[in-house]
Structure formats: structure tokens, C-alpha cells
């Protein structure tokens, strides 16, 4: 392939008109060219199998032929036209229908804008203020969302870290922050605070596990104090389960979030909710006083909406999930032995569909104990995955249904030699 710019002089070129060099979202040291199937290539022509995967959204793979053939067909008949259109009924037709707690949902074009609207939608119906996060969780970048997500200092719950400049005091004032999978800390807070209006959680969060009763200990919570429940479903939505971690776990929240999956790649989130809840939306229902504004130029927009259709059609095929599962179980295993064999300490974390390695001995439950004992210990191993030929994110393996044996040849050599650079480090 021909290239009028190397890598180099793309990054040159960024680093001129983006702060930091890159879109904030992953290293500004690779330019991703294109992709296909279960690879991507950088500007230099290397060839990566893919992990990333769009952080989520390619489950099917980049390029999968049946999601560009209803892509292509909807392309001339319009992009966008920022009122209803079919396909995007259609969607909200096949998410209610597989999501448990959705009889509505309601279009935005990124998750954390979805759970930006869930929070606000919580508020208005429970007449509430104060929102239950887990320190470490990720919802976005709301000025609520960025609240002990990655909290540099320990400090005593539930007192909230700001995470970003730019927030006003106001808005920790309304946000307790808990210990993830620690019951009795919540039971705790809710017991103190009679004006929380919902507890916003990542079932599986970022990889680390619910512990067993844990999501149903936090249904129960909220039932008995009258709060709501949200399920962060932006990762874990159409990938756990087809019908998310809600299916995958058997627990039900008030309102969930979902993202990535079901726009297939393009710019596409919902949150969804009971019809009860839903109306806040709708100002006929509710009064001026409880409405909830909320529009969005690109919400529900049809080639979304295809692209997100056909790919939940895919994965409604039998044994699209037993793949997935297969895929994912392989992939641990070939690292749990490689690291195992050369007496490396190690925790696999997270779910065979989404997972990743912690170097340490001691098991993750919570983000105080999800990390490495050297954290030197994991940027090599990456390196040297990258090095040859395995594209992932330092601390996220994404499986896709596009990966095919020859992928997982690949990447099993490419993990033996990581793991012989950490065992001489």
C-alpha cells in the first residue's frame, strides 16, 4: 500500500493540532490506517491482531460484510435527519425486547452522555439529589462521572476525589463514593442519607466481578430505601449476554445505559427504562416542572441504527455467545500457563468476553485492590505484545467474533515471548 505520510509524520502532524497529540482516548504513539476482520494496520504498514477493537463496539469484527451491506444500502436514502426515522424505531423495538428492565428507551450519541442523562433522570423521579457511585467505576465524563473514577489518593468514604479540573465543589457535595462489591458500606450510606436518588454501578466493573449476591444485594438496597438502580451497561450490554449483564447475572435495575455494541460501530448510545420512569421524557405526562429536556443532533440516526440492527441480529444466531465465551476462555488460558510456567504472579480478571491480567498475587475485588505489584511489569508485557503483532489496551482484553485460529497462533507466541521478558525483569 502506498502512503504519503509515514507514522512519524502523522503523529508530527497531531501533535501540531491536538492537545497532547491525540484524541484522548489512546496512545498518540500508533495511527491506525484501517481495518478488517479481527486486524487493524498502522500508517507504517504493521499488522496488528485486534483486542481493542474499537475499546467494544467491533464484536463482530471491523468490516464485517453484513453490517456494510445494510450499511451501504441505508448510505443514499440519508445519514441523518434529526427527526424519527424506521430504523431507529426498529432498534428501540429489539432492545426492549432484549434488555429486562427497558420497556423505553431513548437515543444520545455516546455513553457517557447516556449516563449522564440517566443520573438527571433518577433525580427527576425520585425528587433527589445525591447519586451512589463505587470508587474506580466509569460512567463517562460528566462532572458526576468524574468523581473517584481514578483517584490518585486514599481517602476515607464516602468522601469523592475530583478526577478532573474544572468541577465545581457543589457537585461533590451530592456524590457518595463506596467500596465496589462492599454491601455493607452501602447499606451504611443509604441508612445516613434519606436523599439519594440512585446508585449508578458497572455490573462487571471496568473487568473486575460483581462478588456472588453482590448485584442483588444492591437490588434489594434500593428497594427497601426507595432508590433507584442503574446499571452502567455501556461495556458489558449485548456482550455478556444478549441481553447484557442483566441476563448474564440474573438482576434487573430501574435503568440501564447501553452503548458500543448496539450502534455497530458508529455513534450510538440509549438508556432505557420502565415506561413509569421513561415519561420524563415526554412533557404531556410529566408537567413542565418534571420533564427532562434532551435532544441530540445525531441521536437515533438511521446508519447507526442499521449498522447496530444487523449486529444484534448476528449475535442472536446460535452459539454466537458459546464462541465468544470459547474465544475469550482460550485467550486466558494461554496466558494464565504462560505466566504460571515461568512462576509469574498473576490474577486473571474479569469474564471470558472482557478481561485482562493483574501481576500480582492477591485477588481484585474492588479498585484499591485492582493493581499490579510493579506496574513495570505490565507496560512490558504489553510492549512485547504489541511489538508482535497484538493490538490491546494496557489494562483490557476485548475478544471478537472475527478472531480466527491463525489469530490465536499468533497471539499465543506473542504472549510466550511477553512473558519471557517479564520473567527476566
Known sequence: MNRLHSQDEWIARANAVLPAGGFGNFDPGIIISHGQGSRVWDENGAEYVDYLIGSGPMLLGHGDPEVMEAVLEQLPKGMTFFANNAKGIELGEAICEAVPCCEQVRYVASGGEADMYAIRLARAYTGCDKILKFEGGYHGMSAEAQMSLAPSVEVNFPQPVPDSAGIPQGVADQMLIAPFNDLLAVENLLNENSDVAAIIVEPLQRIIPPAP???QGLRDLTIKHDVLLIFDEIVTGFRLAYGGAQEAYGVAPDICTLGKIIGGGFPLAALGASKDIMAHFDKDV???????????????????????????????RPGQYDKLRNIGAELQMMQAQALSARGIAHQICGDPTLFDIWFTDQPATNYRTARHKDPALNATYNDVLRANGVFKAPGKLYPSLAVTEADLDQTRAAVQKAAEAVAAL
Open 286 to 316: 410529566v408537567g413542565a416542572d418534571k420533564w427532562l429536556m434532551q435532544l441530540g443532533t445525531l441521536s437515533g440516526n438511521p446508519i447507526a441504527s442499521v449498522a447496530g440492527l444487523k449486529t444484534m441480529e448476528v449475535l442472536r
Open 213 to 215: 449476591g453482590f448485584l
